[in-house]
């Protein structure tokens, strides 16, 4: 029996929407995609043009009793609010990492969606693309042999030549801010998804506070950046519930080009895992080295969804972020958790233990010299069905399946 289509719309149709959009529209049978909103109404009617969607405001999405799902791709210090507003309409949401810039607001967040019987989960949906499916296919196959540790780092310049105001990398009056709630998410995300939950957590935090804005165009070229959020730069020392150790390093303070790395080192074997920032493919594989034998060996994919040609043009004309990626495969998976009446992957509990993480570490660093414990323990999220690759309507049933 074929499923009743999800209706989806998009609050936030900045440079980040169009690979959810891309993604969204390219033939998913759960997925009908709706229309975009953003408060800036011409970005949202260069979106609805280049999708055949509707311009809708915010408002005419959350009055929309139709709509059952609603991306929230807004600026991450204004995710919290509007994921709380979205779900108050009684609407499932679907937010850009992070779900929040502190834990107590996450929680609150989640908790509302609790009450209501809505679904709320967060990006990034990168450990479902090929590069991490098959990464954990091949741990829990045992090709490394019992993990013991592993390392997760993102050294990376935030480059204040080309971030024209200092309120989206530094929002004011709250944390949330640079590499660790931004890009934090993609490695806890990552090894989550590999190891499952972190139990304890303990480590540094702090700004460079001598940043100076260096583009001749940026209107406060030379001023000094002034830092009234989190920290720009986290080394960690994780625990997983699973046993194994991992460190986490995460900055924003470095240069380019940005080096990302995650590896996993096991009893038979160590593994290379690529940029959790991307799905894989295109030169970004795993690679595996094994006890009595010379390597590393790139493994071959297990798994669909691995990044298509970052060559092929856009449909907008013009360059677009990520947009040749699979962003948004979360939001088919949530469809077919609301219709199926099964739990999602990225689920609220995942997202909240991302910003659980960071904020222990923040706060360890701060006032506790003791290692912190970490409360919320979300499952690994359920593997995708391996070797379903084809049309989307096979990609689509990888999902579908749990």
């Not at 260069?46 to 807004?74: C, K, S, Y």
């Not at 006032?367 to 999220?381: A, E, G, L």
Request: aromatic fraction near 10%; charged fraction near 20%; include cysteine.
């Amino acid at each position: 029996m074929s499923l009743k289509p999800v209706k989806v719309a998009l609050v936030g149709s900045g440079h980040i929407s169009y690979t959810y959009l891309n993604t969204l529209s390219s033939g998913f049978n759960i997925i009908d995609l709706v229309g975009c909103s953003d408060v800036v109404p011409e970005r949202s009617k260069a979106r609805a043009e280049t999708f055949g969607i509707r311009q809708m405001t915010t408002e005419e999405i959350l009055a929309d009793p139709e709509i059952e799902i609603v991306l929230n791709t807004t600026e991450i210090f204004n995710h919290t609010k509007v994921t709380k507003m979205i779900l108050e309409a009684g609407k499932s949401v679907y937010s850009e990492k992070s779900a929040g810039g502190a834990y107590d607001e996450t929680l609150a967040n989640v908790e509302l969606a609790e009450s209501k019987g809505l679904l709320f989960g967060c990006a990034p949906d990168i450990y479902m693309g090929a590069a991490y499916q098959t990464a954990r296919k091949l741990i829990d196959d045992g090709w490394i042999g019992e993990p013991i540790a592993a390392q997760a780092w993102c050294f990376r310049g935030y480059g204040m030549n080309r971030i024209p105001l200092p309120e989206l990398i530094y929002p004011l009056g709250g944390k949330g801010t640079t590499v660790t709630y931004d890009m934090g998410g993609y490695y806890i995300n990552a090894l989550v998804s590999l190891l499952g939950p972190v139990k304890r957590a303990a480590g540094f935090a702090r700004n460079f506070e001598k940043h100076t804005y260096d583009n001749v165009k940026n209107p406060y070229y030379g001023k000094r950046i002034e830092l009234e959020g989190g920290a720009s730069s986290i080394m960690a020392s994780l625990e997983f519930e699973n046993g194994t150790y991992g460190s986490l390093f995460l900055t924003a303070d470095g240069f380019g080009p940005e080096i990302p790395r995650v590896e996993i080192w096991g009893t038979q074997g160590t593994m290379v895992v690529p940029d959790p920032n991307c799905f894989g493919g295109n030169g970004l594989d795993v690679y595996i080295t094994r006890i009595g034998n010379d390597g590393p060996f790139k493994m071959p994919f297990s798994h669909a969804f691995g990044d298509n040609d970052p060559h092929a043009p856009t449909k907008s004309g013009k360059r677009e972020p990520c947009h040749n990626s699979w962003r948004g495969i979360a939001v088919v998976d949530m469809a077919y958790a609301l219709r199926r009446g099964r739990p999602h992957r990225s689920s609220a509990a995942l997202a909240l233990h991302t910003v659980e993480i960071i904020s222990a570490i923040e706060e360890n660093s701060q006032t506790n010299p003791d290692v912190f414990t970490i409360r919320s323990r979300p499952p690994r999220p359920a593997p995708l069905r391996p070797g379903m690759f084809g049309p989307v309507e096979i990609l689509e049933a990888a999902i579908d399946n749990i």
